[in-house]
């Protein structure tokens, strides 16, 4: 499985982007979609996650009201609304799946396919 994440960029405070997710491989029923995230010098942090067992969804208590995730990767594309943002969620993000439950998403280690991170720069 590759995944190929897009989307990011230079935007101000307060402003939106949407990442995308897309996997090269289709027969990924099951397989949940999650986004981590990592700022320099800080450790890889889970930002958000979406089954598609069930569809339910995970955000990260610092992303919560602002971050939207939608989509089935075995379908389709799946997305991150960035509203709001803020310029602690400067950092690199990276889309991951594997056959898991969103609640690994406190264990970057155990999800076995990453994409090539794409950059969220949030500066005035």
């Known amino acids: 499985v590759q995944l190929q994440a897009s989307g990011g960029g230079l935007v101000q405070p307060g402003g939106s982007l949407r990442l995308s997710c897309v996997a090269s491989r289709f027969s990924l029923a099951y397989y949940a979609v999650g986004w981590f995230r990592q700022a320099p010098g800080k450790e890889r942090e889970g930002v958000s996650c979406i089954s598609s067992f069930d569809g339910s969804t995970y955000y990260a208590d610092s992303v919560k009201g602002r971050f939207t995730i939608s989509g089935d990767i075995a379908k389709s594309p799946v997305y991150l609304q960035m509203n709001d943002l803020k310029p602690e969620d400067t950092a690199v993000y990276y889309c991951?799946?594997?056959?898991?439950?969103?609640?690994?998403?406190?264990?970057?280690?155990?999800?076995?396919?990453w994409g090539k991170g794409t950059q969220v720069t949030v500066s005035s």
């Open positions: 991951v799946t594997d056959f898991l439950e969103c609640t690994r998403m406190s264990e970057p280690s155990v999800w076995g396919f």
